[in-house]
């Protein structure tokens, strides 16, 4: 019998120093060394809304996870978590990472990295610059 032909493909993980701004499609595995509610809206007639920012790492550096709705729940200090699908956004010239509707957010079992705490990506502050070519 014939292999059944998988639409999905082997995942390749990332490291946090490698994160780049304006790209996406990253597999992590990180700690999740802090996390804090900047946002929470809603009501009984209003959708509820929740954003948190969390400070999240492995062994090659830290950088800030936005973590919205559903994801907030996931998002304990000290928890591993898998990110799956995440993407780099820029907010106020420095990196966020976030997952959106085609990601995924999954707690795992404790990772045995030490968090690498004094190289924090979101406190890196980048320009654009427009380049001309002639």
Request: charged share 30%; aromatic share 4%.
């Amino acid at each position: 019998m014939a292999e059944a032909k998988s639409g999905m493909r082997k995942a390749i993980f990332t490291k946090v120093d490698q994160l780049r701004p304006g790209t996406s499609g990253h597999t992590l595995t990180v700690k999740v060394v802090d996390a804090k509610m900047v946002l929470q809206k809603g009501g009984p007639q209003m959708r509820q809304m929740r954003i948190a920012e969390c400070l999240v790492g492995d062994e090659t550096g830290l950088i800030i996870f936005t973590a919205r709705n559903d994801q907030v729940d996931l998002m304990k200090e000290g928890s591993t978590v898998i990110l799956r699908n995440a993407k780099i956004d820029m907010f106020k010239g420095s990196m966020r990472l976030a997952v959106d509707k085609w990601g995924h957010v999954e707690v795992t079992e404790s990772a045995s990295f030490t968090v690498k705490e004094d190289n924090n990506l979101s406190l890196v502050e980048y320009e654009l610059v427009n380049v001309v070519e002639e």
